[in-house]
C-alpha cells in the first residue's frame, strides 16, 4: 500500500506470537506485554509484514532454558503459582525464592508459558541468524537483559538473549551485543564476562544510589586479570538525565565504529529498549524516535547479520512508534513510510499525536534538563578508546 517491498538481497524476519501478549504483571505494573500488540498492529497497517518473513513462535523448551538457567530455578520457575505471592501490605517487595515474587517480578497466571514464548522468540531469531536464513531476525518479545542464571530481577525472569548468543556462538566466532535500554545490561554482561568471544557494550543512565541496577561504571570493563580472556570486553557507557539525540548519535557512532574496527565481530545483537525515549514512565532521556532509530540504522550498515531484540519500554504507544520504525529501517522502507500514522491502525486513538515522530512537548509536559556535558561525553569516549587498545583480532 505505501509501496513497501521485499528488500533485494536480503531477508528479515519478524519473530512474535499474540500468545505472549495476553499475559499481564499486574494492574499497575509498568510492564505492559501488550504493548508488542500495539507494535505489530503498527508494524501490520504500514504495509510491512510483505517485507518480511513472518513467523509465530514456539515456546522455548526446558532444555534450551537449560543452556543458561540452573534446574533449580527452572523447577521453581515452572510450578511457582501466583498463590505462592506473599500478601504483606506492609512489605510488598518481599520476595518467596529467587527474587521471585516481589513487585518487580511477580507471580503471575502463566508466567512460565510468557517467560517460555519470549525465550522461543528470541531462539527462533537467533536459528534463523546462525543458518543464514535471515540477515536481520527481529524479536521484540526478547530482550530481558536483567535475568540471572538462578534469579528473576527487574521485570526479566529468563534471559533470552544469553540463549541467543549461545546459540549464535555455534556458527560465529565472535558477537557483538549492543544495549541501549535506558538500564545497564546486568545479565548479559555478567554471563559472558570470562569470554572474549562475546564483547558487551551497554548504554545506561548511571546513578548507583537511585537508578536501577547500580552498576556499570565507565571503569568496569570484565575481569581485571590480564590472564583472564574477558579482560577489555565489558565495556559501559554511563550516562546522565536528559540526553538528546545530536550527543547519543555521535556517542554511538564513535564507539560502537570503533569496537567494529577492533574487535571484528561476526554478528550482532543489539537489545532496543524503548525506556531510552523521552517521556517514557522509568526513563530519563531525551531520545526521539529517530534517535532511537538512528542505533539500529548504524548497526544495520555494518553489514553484519543481526538479530534485534526488544527489551524495556514503558509508554507503550512510543514503544510501538519506536519498533515500528526500526522494523522499517530494517527491511529499508525507513524513507518510505509515511509520518502520519495510518487511519486504519488498530488502537490509533492510543496515538494521542497522529504522527510516527513527536516532539519531545508531545511527549511530556516539560523536557528533562540535559545534565551530560560535551566535555564528560569526550571523556567516556576517550576512556571506551582507551580499553580496545588491549582488544585486536
Ligand atoms: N520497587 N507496580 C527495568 C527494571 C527496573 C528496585 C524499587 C518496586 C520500578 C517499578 C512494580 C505496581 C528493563 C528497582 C522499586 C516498586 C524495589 C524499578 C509494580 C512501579 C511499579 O507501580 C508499580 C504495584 C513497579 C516497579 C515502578 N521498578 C521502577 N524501577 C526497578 C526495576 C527492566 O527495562 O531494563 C528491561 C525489561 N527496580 O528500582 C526497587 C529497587 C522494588
Ligand atoms: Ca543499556
Ligand atoms: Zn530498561
Given at each position: 500500500e505505501y509501496g513497501i517491498v521485499r528488500p533485494k538481497g536480503y531477508t528479515v524476519s519478524y519473530h512474535a506470537t499474540p500468545e505472549m501478549e495476553k499475559h499481564h504483571f499486574g494492574q499497575t505494573h509498568p510492564m505492559k506485554p501488550w504493548r508488542l500488540t500495539l507494535t505489530k498492529s503498527l508494524v501490520t497497517a504500514y504495509g510491512m509484514p510483505f517485507a518480511m518473513d513472518n513467523y509465530v513462535t514456539r515456546e522455548a523448551t526446558y532444555e534450551e532454558l537449560n543452556a543458561f538457567h540452573s534446574s533449580d530455578y527452572l523447577d521453581y520457575l515452572s510450578t511457582a503459582a501466583p498463590e505462592d505471592q506473599p500478601r504483606d501490605i506492609e512489605n510488598p517487595d518481599k520476595e518467596v525464592k529467587y527474587n521471585l515474587g516481589g513487585s518487580d517480578c511477580p507471580l503471575f497466571h502463566g508466567l512460565y508459558n510468557y517467560c517460555s514464548m519470549s525465550a522461543g522468540c528470541s531462539l527462533d531469531a537467533a536459528r534463523k541468524i546462525s543458518s543464514n536464513q535471515s540477515d536481520i531476525a527481529i524479536a521484540w518479545g526478547g530482550g530481558l537483559h536483567h535475568a540471572k542464571r538462578y534469579e528473576a530481577s527487574g521485570f526479566c525472569y529468563i534471559n533470552d538473549i544469553v540463549l541467543a548468543i549461545l546459540q549464535l556462538l555455534r556458527t560465529f566466532p565472535r558477537v557483538l551485543y549492543i544495549d541501549i535500554d535506558v538500564h545497564h545490561g546486568d545479565g548479559v554482561e555478567e554471563a559472558f564476562f570470562s569470554t572474549d568471544r562475546v564483547m558487551t557494550v551497554s548504554f545506561h543512565k548511571y546513578h548507583p544510589e537511585t537508578f536501577f541496577p547500580g552498576t556499570g561504571a565507565l571503569e568496569d570493563n570484565g575481569p581485571k586479570s590480564e590472564n583472564n580472556p574477558g579482560a577489555h570486553h565489558a565495556i559501559n557507557?554511563?550516562?546522565?538525565?536528559?540526553?538528546?539525540?545530536?550527543?547519543?548519535?555521535?556517542?554511538?557512532?564513535?564507539?560502537?565504529?570503533?569496537?567494529?574496527?577492533?574487535?571484528?565481530?561476526?554478528?550482532?545483537?543489539?537489545?532496543?529498549?524503548?525506556?531510552?525515549?523521552?517521556?517514557?514512565?522509568?526513563?530519563?532521556?531525551?531520545?526521539?524516535?529517530?534517535?532511537?532509530?538512528?542505533?539500529?540504522?548504524?548497526?544495520?550498515?555494518?553489514?553484519?547479520?543481526?538479530?534485534?531484540?526488544?527489551?524495556?519500554?514503558?509508554?507503550?504507544?512510543?514503544?510501538?512508534?519506536?519498533?515500528?520504525?526500526?522494523?522499517?529501517?530494517?527491511?529499508?522502507?525507513?524513507?518510505?513510510?509515511?509520518?502520519?500514522?495510518?487511519?486504519?491502525?488498530?488502537?490509533?486513538?492510543?496515538?494521542?499525536?497522529?504522527?510516527?515522530?513527536?516532539?519531545?512537548?508531545?511527549?511530556?509536559?516539560?523536557?528533562?534538563?540535559?545534565?551530560?556535558?560535551?566535555?564528560?561525553?569526550?571523556?567516556?569516549v576517550a576512556h571506551v578508546h582507551e580499553q580496545l587498545r588491549f582488544v585486536s583480532h
Open positions: 557507557v554511563p550516562l546522565q538525565d536528559g540526553i538528546t539525540d545530536e550527543q547519543y548519535e555521535a556517542l554511538f557512532e564513535s564507539i560502537i565504529g570503533t569496537i567494529n574496527e577492533r574487535y571484528r565481530p561476526s554478528a550482532i545483537a543489539l537489545q532496543c529498549g524503548a525506556d531510552s525515549l523521552a517521556g517514557d514512565r522509568l526513563g530519563r532521556f531525551n531520545l526521539r524516535v529517530q534517535g532511537h532509530g538512528a542505533c539500529v540504522r548504524y548497526c544495520k550498515s555494518l553489514g553484519l547479520p543481526m538479530i534485534v531484540f526488544g527489551g524495556g519500554g514503558y509508554t507503550p504507544r512510543n514503544v510501538a512508534r519506536a519498533w515500528a520504525y526500526e522494523t522499517s529501517i530494517a527491511i529499508g522502507a525507513d524513507t518510505r513510510i509515511p509520518e502520519t500514522i495510518p487511519d486504519h491502525a488498530p488502537w490509533r486513538e492510543h496515538f494521542i499525536h497522529d504522527t510516527l515522530f513527536p516532539t519531545l512537548e508531545q511527549s511530556m509536559n516539560e523536557p528533562r534538563h540535559n545534565r551530560n556535558s560535551d566535555k564528560r561525553l569526550r571523556e567516556i
